[in-house]
């Protein structure tokens, strides 16, 4: 009776230690607590075209639809809109910083047209007016 005692408690502890590395190594936990930071974060599982992605930049949280369609010689993502969850979060960001989302997210979707929502698209394209 001992014995199975002892074997039930180092399996219940193992149990513990496996959901608290779990919790830790949680992207999704991550994007939140980089979002409460004010930090960038990238959350996206990029073997899912159906799953949206997330990034934390500067307090604001962006969130991006990604489509599906066909390039010369595969099925890739080539389109994406991105809008931001609460606009009054934009405040003090510049063209720049768009420039810099866009960029990380051609590192992970290089053939994809990336489309910003409203209020973010009339300043992308501000600046295309003015080049």
């Known amino acids: 009776m001992g014995f199975l005692l002892r074997i039930i408690i180092i399996v ?11 919790y830790l190594m949680d992207p999704k936990r991550k994007l939140d607590e980089a979002y409460e930071k004010g ?9 899912n075209v159906r799953k949206n992605f ?16 066909t390039t010369e010689d595969a ?16 405040h003090g960001m510049t063209k720049d910083d768009f420039y810099f989302l866009e960029k990380e997210i051609k590192m992970n979707y290089p053939k994809a047209e990336i489309n910003w929502k409203s209020p973010i698209e009339k300043l992308m394209k501000d600046k295309s007016d003015e080049d």
Do not use: C, N, T
């Open 12 to 22: 219940v502890i193992i149990y513990i230690f496996y959901k608290a590395f779990r």
């Open 39 to 47: 930090q960038y974060y990238f959350y996206d599982d990029v073997k």
């Open 54 to 69: 997330f990034i934390s930049y500067k307090g604001a949280l962006f969130e991006g639809e990604k489509y599906l369609g």
């Open 75 to 90: 099925f890739e993502v080539v389109s994406i809109f991105v809008w931001v969850h609460d606009p009054m979060k934009l």
